[in-house]
């Protein structure tokens, strides 16, 4: 966490979507902007709003009948029909929201003593599974490549031993914003199926991709397919973390129901009505969609403006573009900032309130994550404030 110094008002000159229920915007005093975790500045789509409201002013907010058969019903149709995930039964589901997931997933598809693998730079959550689950964690730092953060596949070979039992992935990647090409998927799969590993693939930020195409890693083979649980959801397509929800789904019933046994008695598994409707909302009607087509061009513009931003004003930021989500890394170890936790040098200096990389593994030293999932003044005046540190 990052120490400040308190409060002052902000600035009439910029304009913070400031909200008292918002996590994001009441961490750091209010002169600070806040780009750290991710939630979008955005306004919620109307669709889901009034979906919400419905299911209130129509009085069903009891124990839903139906589980969540029709959601889950709703949401493979729609992984097959836009993304090419074919048959994925919908019964296989427990619907949870994609960090209790990650946890779940390590628990069930491990013993004591055994191993899990993982790209780093990672979101943290990823981190927390494998070490509150008391399983050993086995890095393959991801490597700069011309084009973005690449696998190591020799690497990875090195690291998997006999305890490993289970690849976690994050397709799209956070912190690198990196989209798998379907060429790396393979090369991964062939991993998992030559060391006869469980695959876990955190796809939460899926619909969040700008250049693409998203893959979902079930959808390689058959083969493949029986050996992944899929994590995924809306809070970040549709910008509903708060209504928490998601769903760990796989092709395997046997797969599932490891998981089912871990969460027995302490997860629901069906989702909570509100966020029912709200992700129902987002996924099955034209204004949920007209929502996301249009968010997806705000972030493509965000993203562009970035990068530019990046490319005139700041030369020694290594930086590639983030293929999807709205998140952005940036390697600022050339800053003579404290090589350890340059978010803490701009947050004092420029205001600005970013993500150290250090919670993403240790070769996130020297390394931002910046959240540009905002309006086009508060991102105008983060870029300001930034530019005179990064020149
Ligand atoms: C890759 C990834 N997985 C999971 C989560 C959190 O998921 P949830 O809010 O559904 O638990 C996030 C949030 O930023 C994320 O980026």
């Known amino acids: 966490m990052n120490a400040v110094e308190p409060s002052a008002e902000p600035s009439a000159s910029w304009d913070a979507p400031y909200d008292t229920f918002s996590k994001k915007w ?11 975790v991710a939630d979008m500045d955005m306004p919620h789509a109307q669709v889901i709003i009034e979906a919400v409201m419905r299911r209130i002013t129509e009085n069903r907010i009891g124990y839903p009948g139906q589980g969540g058969k029709h959601l889950a019903e709703t949401l493979v149709a729609r992984l097959s029909e836009r993304h090419g995930l074919h048959g994925l039964p919908a019964e296989n589901a427990v619907f949870m929201s994609c960090v209790p997931g990650l946890h779940a997933t390590a628990r069930a598809l491990t013993a004591p003593g055994d191993a899990i693998v993982v790209q780093t730079p990672l979101y943290g959550p990823f981190l927390d599974a494998i070490s509150t689950a008391r399983l050993q964690r086995q890095d393959n730092p991801l490597v700069p490549g011309p084009n973005g953060y690449e696998i190591d596949f020799d690497h990875l070979e090195t690291v ?7 690849l976690m992935v994050c397709n799209p990647h956070n912190p690198t914003g990196r989209v798998w090409r379907r060429a790396e998927l393979e090369r991964l799969a062939d991993v998992v199926l030559r060391h006869r590993l469980w695959l876990v693939s955190d796809e939460l930020h899926n619909e969040l991709v700008f250049d693409g ?3 979902p890693f079930a959808s390689l083979s058959t083969e493949l397919a ?17 209504l928490s929800t998601g769903i760990t789904i796989s092709h395997s019933a046997a797969l599932i129901s490891r998981v089912r046994a871990i969460t027995h008695g302490l997860v629901s598994g069906c989702p909570n009505v509100l966020s029912e ?5 987002a996924i099955a009607t034209p204004e949920g969609d007209a929502w996301h087509q249009s968010t997806l061009a705000d972030l493509r513009a965000n993203r ?33 900032w404290g090589k350890e936790k ?20 240790p070769t996130g030293a020297g390394h931002v994550r910046l959240n540009f999932a905002t309006t086009r003044p508060v991102l105008d005046e983060a870029l300001n404030r930034l530019k005179p540190f990064l020149a």
């Open 304 to 336: 562009d403006q970035l990068t530019a931003f990046l490319h005139d004003h700041a030369p020694r930021v290594a930086y590639h573009p983030s293929e999807g989500t709205y998140l952005a890394w940036l390697d600022v170890r050339a800053y003579d």
């Open 277 to 281: 409707a709200a992700w129902l909302a």
């Open 342 to 361: 340059p978010g803490d040098f701009l947050l004092e200096h420029a205001r600005v309130g970013l993500s150290d990389g250090l919670g993403y593994s």
């Open 226 to 242: 029986m050996r992944t649980i899929t994590l995924t959801g809306p809070a970040k397509t549709f910008n509903t973390a708060g």
């Open 213 to 215: 195409p998203y893959i």
């Open 160 to 166: 998997i031993t006999p305890a490993t039992k289970v």
């Open 26 to 36: 009441n961490y750091y005093p209010r002169d600070v902007i806040p780009m750290w």
